[in-house]
């Protein structure tokens, strides 16, 4: 597998989420995504982006176009330093939130994508790293 291009977003305020909305949207489509997968992946990164934001008050999104072989894809990992998730099992759960939305982020984000990985450490934060691949 090897890279081919990658960037970061740092996510501060608000309005980071839909610069970073903008940039995952410009990289799906340069590496072939079409309008419905590149909405998924969009869709994923506002709700992983979100959660940063409403949970750790800051943290970056990291993103990477990735190859291997005959299939591309992109890979984003949202990374901060905030309160961790205490149950991983709870967060996966529909319509759970202990920050009052809607308890879509995680498992909406999951469903959207091919891949996703989570590590999260009590006090000291969360990094979620997802992956969506295309054939070519």
């Known amino acids: 597998m090897s890279d081919d291009d990658q960037g970061a977003v740092q ?20 590496i072939g995504f079409g309008v419905t997968e590149t909405a998924r992946i969009v869709t994923a ?3 992983l982006g979100r959660n940063v934001y409403k949970y750790a008050s800051k ?3 990291h993103w990477r176009t990735l190859r291997n072989g005959e299939i ?3 890979e984003l990992r949202f990374e901060d330093h905030g309160p961790g998730i205490a149950d991983l099992d709870e967060a996966f759960q529909e ?4 920050g009052g939305g809607l308890g879509m982020g995680l498992p909406g984000a ?5 891949e996703m990985e989570i590590r ?4 000291e934060g969360t990094t979620v790293t997802v992956r969506k691949w295309r054939q070519h």
């Open 11 to 30: 996510i501060e305020v608000e309005s980071d989420i839909a610069a970073a909305r903008r940039v995952v949207r410009e990289v799906a489509t340069s």
């Open 45 to 47: 990164a506002s709700e």
């Open 59 to 61: 943290g970056t999104m």
């Open 72 to 74: 591309s894809g992109v």
């Open 95 to 98: 319509g759970h939130s202990t």
């Open 110 to 114: 999951k469903r959207l994508m091919d």
């Open 120 to 123: 999260t450490s009590n006090g």
